[in-house]
């Protein structure tokens, strides 16, 4: 059951919208700003990491993990006393939060992913929170307009694949007895009410302040405004940081880069609440970006899924193995338990390795290894060996082989009874071999020479009949150097679909 005050907020404050021209704001809230810092206890906490404390009694033990996070690159920003708090060897719980706006994690959630992995594996508790709560209300860092309200049935179920999915992602990386919790926020607001919601938590947060973060900002100078519900989205996420901090002595919050301010809101709310002497934290990770700099993440249209079904292993495998060379030291670091130390020799040794490819292909086998585990990682190693390592010649290939690659590779079932009816053209079309593909592009490949059925260039007159089936039911399409496909033609199936 849904929370009383995501309820009432939800469907009421999309309607109501700040925007520029009803409410004038100062200059001195500059994008990314806090505000009065009379106004705010944390306002003046942002710090690159690069730049040491001072600090009594250092333990050297607490302190390799974050040094290592930085040697990283893993720290984008961190608030003022993130050291002190590893250097004096505290107890450290550390939480993210991932709110459920789809059923599959991707690459760019990684990045929180391997950070709370490597506190985990130095010995520190970890909280995982799925927003089934906040996602109702949507997150509008990073947006430029308002977000698409949800359905509650989408919400519950993507709570319920995610909370599994994480699970067993820690369970199967686990390099420590610490703890690890994944929760969902929607479990603390089922009976949260709307005065207490103003009572207990509005007093304590200033408008000045929630004003100058640097979403708010760009959104109310762009014209699209900012409906209440969103603009509400920091709130609720200081008071899940105030709760966890409550009920499980959280002490560090960790999120993308664009979650700094709404770290802010909440370690502000815990110390006016609670006491300025409370031991709060905040640190941020980058944003992934490729080589052409384009961001790594399910809204930029170009994602690789952490769920098996939407992403095999081998395609997993396959996106990290052409990483290009200006990346791939920074992936392994990014995303690998490899030291550094380690990824700086590989790097040395580069220039005069046989292997021009070796680095990619440990970062493939790192990233595939720890997503799905040793045994998915064997199977797409083996189905990188028949399709490359052999060339893709399919004399080679055993049924056994083809059953296996079937659920590896980019695959469809149809009919085996539209082989004799159906044309060339219309057959690559609707395998869709490469997004955005049209009936030109494809004309010129098979002019070209650039695809091959089982091993055969094919032109647009070739009867696909006429080309054979392996044994009886497979078709291996081949689209250039790494694009494959496979078809099994299935007698029992009626209709070849239309596209």
Not at 168 to 175: G, K, L, Q, V
Not at 198 to 216: K, N, P, Y
Not at 217 to 245: M, P, V, W
Not at 446 to 452: A, E, T, Y
């Amino acid at each position: 059951m849904a929370s009383r005050i995501l309820r009432l907020l939800a469907p009421v404050c999309r309607g109501t919208q700040l925007s520029r021209s009803s409410y004038r704001y100062e200059n001195s809230l500059a994008p990314g700003g806090n505000g009065n810092p009379e106004e705010s206890s944390v306002a003046t906490q942002e710090r690159k990491p690069s730049v040491p404390e001072f600090v009594s009694s250092p333990d050297p033990r607490s302190l390799a993990v974050l040094n290592d996070i930085r040697a990283r690159g893993l720290s984008a920003l961190e608030t003022q006393e993130v050291t002190s708090l590893f250097a004096l060897g505290k107890r450290i719980v550390a939480y993210g939060g991932i709110d459920p706006t789809g059923d599959s994690l991707h690459v760019g959630h990684l990045m929180l992913l391997m950070t709370l992995l490597r506190l985990h594996a130095a010995g520190h508790d970890i909280i995982v929170v799925i927003g089934g709560a906040t996602a109702n209300i949507g997150d509008p860092s990073d947006q430029i307009k308002d977000r698409v309200p949800m359905s509650k049935d989408d919400i519950s179920a993507n709570v319920k694949t995610l909370t599994t999915w994480v699970t067993d992602f820690f369970d199967r990386n686990r390099r420590s007895p610490a703890s690890v919790r994944v929760l969902n926020n929607a479990d603390w607001y089922r009976n949260f009410n709307l005065m207490e919601f103003f009572e207990e938590f509005g007093r304590h947060t200033r408008i000045s302040t929630l004003l100058g973060r640097e979403f708010v900002t760009q959104r109310l100078k762009n014209g699209s405004g900012l409906c209440y519900t969103e603009f509400s989205y920091q709130l609720f996420q200081a008071i899940d940081y105030y709760h966890l901090h409550t009920n499980y002595d959280v002490n560090l919050q960790i999120g993308g880069s664009d979650q700094w301010g709404n770290i802010l809101t909440g370690m502000d709310l815990i110390k006016k609440k609670l006491g300025p002497e409370r031991s709060v934290h905040g640190l941020t990770v980058p944003i992934v970006t490729n080589a052409t700099g384009r961001k790594v993440g399910k809204t930029e249209g170009n994602p690789m899924w952490l769920t098996k079904s939407k992403t095999t292993p081998f395609q997993l495998y396959q996106h990290f193995v052409t990483t290009e060379d200006s990346k791939v030291d920074e992936f392994l670091s990014l995303f690998s338990f490899v030291p550094v130390s380690e990824i700086r020799k590989m790097a040395r040794e580069h220039q005069t390795s046989k292997d021009a490819w070796a680095r990619q292909k440990r970062l493939g086998k790192e990233v595939v290894g720890l997503v799905h585990g040793g045994d998915s990682l064997s199977i797409a190693l083996h189905a990188t060996d028949i399709l490359y390592s052999r060339r893709g010649e399919v004399a080679d290939l055993t049924e056994e082989m083809l059953d296996m690659l079937f659920t590896e590779l980019p695959s469809k079932e149809y009919p085996k009874s539209a082989l004799r009816n159906i044309d060339m053209l219309r057959f690559i079309k609707i395998l869709r071999l490469k997004k955005g593909d049209t009936i030109t592009n494809i004309n010129l490949a098979l002019h070209s020479g650039k695809i091959r059925l089982n091993g055969k260039f094919v032109t647009e007159a070739t009867n696909i009949e006429d080309v054979g089936l392996l044994y009886g039911k497979y078709t291996l399409i081949r689209h250039g150097k790494r694009n494959f496909f496979l078809v099994r033609w299935n007698k029992d199936l009626d209709e070849l679909p239309k596209r």
